[in-house]
T-cell receptor, first 115, second 110 residues
């Protein structure tokens, strides 16, 4: 079992550009959540996807959008990048029938640097 | 609004010592509290999860306690080892979200 996989591991973009990050959930998991972790801070919840729909959303602007595919993999898109978007982006997967965090697994993250 | 605070932000101790990491939260209406370990380049690993009805959980050399009424949790690490060096984060689950502290960076000196 490969666990949760994220790609790419590192990414460098310039202000104003757009970026797409990818996540494959752990085998047997159908729900994907995305988190942003700024340096020296705890992760912050961006949104959660299940059945190809956004189910929950944190306090992030519409520049942050996502998608879930029929195979449960997910993408996080960020438009009009700002310097403040520089962070580690973490993907977590879980089975939806467990509505809490009790079977949540995290990927290693994508480190995004915006110059 | 739920806020989670971890003290200290960083801690350096000699190998073999027992140590305590602290976590506090402002709203006692939590479903559970979870302690994670974060290693550079390796994402987050769940260590212990305490349900709101529980007082503590133990796994090996780790023991986590929860006092919901006072909004506090502690992570006790016994007989620390250099391999315990990492950032430790606590998170509370409430309103369908995990709310995280900023973490305690722990360095165990050989």
């Amino acid at each position: 079992d490969a666990g949760v996989t994220q790609s790419p591991t590192h990414l460098i973009k310039t202000r104003g550009q757009q970026v797409t990050l990818r996540c494959s959930p752990k085998s047997g998991h159908d729900t994907v959540s995305w988190y942003q972790q700024a340096l020296g801070q705890g992760p912050q919840f961006i949104f959660q996807y299940y059945e190809e729909e956004e189910r929950q959303r944190g306090n992030f602007p519409d520049r942050f959008s996502g998608h879930q595919f029929p195979n449960y993999s997910s993408e996080l898109n960020v438009n009009a990048l700002l310097l403040g978007d520089s962070a580690l982006y973490l993907c977590a997967s879980s089975p939806y029938e467990v509505v809490t965090n009790e079977k949540l697994f995290f990927g290693s993250g994508t480190q995004l640097s915006v110059l | 609004k739920q806020e989670v605070t971890q003290i200290p932000a960083a801690l350096s101790v000699p190998e073999g010592e027992n140590l305590v990491l602290n976590c506090s939260f402002t709203d006692s209406a939590i479903y559970n509290l979870q302690w994670f370990r974060q290693d550079p380049g390796k994402g987050l690993t769940s260590l212990l999860l305490i349900q709101s009805s529980q007082r503590e959980q133990t796994s090996g050399r780790l023991n986590a306690s929860l006092d919901k009424s006072s909004g506090r949790s502690t992570l006790y690490i016994a007989a620390s080892q250099p391999g315990d060096s990492a950032t430790y984060l606590c998170a509370v689950y409430s309103n369908y979200q995990l709310i995280w502290g900023a973490g305690t960076k722990l360095i165990i000196k050989p």
